[in-house]
């Protein structure tokens, strides 16, 4: 109804992550989502410490709109924040 969507990426096999599979896979769903289902704004949720993914979504555009506090319960500890 708003045209925003949230998304969320995962390569599930190690091997493959730092290759540019997940950037590549992102700018297609961000390409997808822009120009097929005519959406003004895509957004994620990211673990704040996981700064691998952090710097793959900085690459592929997204810029932080800010941080929400112990969002995330990870082995029964929030995590930071
Ligand atoms: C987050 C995730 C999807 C990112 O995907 P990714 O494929 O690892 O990341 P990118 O596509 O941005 O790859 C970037 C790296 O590939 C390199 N790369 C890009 N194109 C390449 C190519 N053609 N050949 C080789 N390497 C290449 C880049 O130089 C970069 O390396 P650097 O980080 O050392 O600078 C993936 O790491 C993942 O699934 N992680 C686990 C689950 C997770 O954390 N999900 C996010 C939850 S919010």
Do not use: C, P
């Not at 390409?31 to 410490?49: A, M, S, Y």
């Amino acid at each position: 109804m708003n045209k925003h969507a949230e998304l969320g990426i995962a390569i599930g096999n190690k091997r493959f992550w730092g290759k540019g599979y997940g950037l590549a896979a992102m700018r297609a769903m961000l390409n997808f989502g822009f120009t097929e289902l005519h959406l003004n704004k895509i957004w994620l949720r990211v673990e704040i410490d996981n700064e691998k993914a952090i710097k793959s979504y900085k690459r592929a555009g997204y810029i932080e709109e800010g941080i929400l506090r112990q969002d995330r319960l990870r082995n029964g500890k929030f995590v930071v924040v």
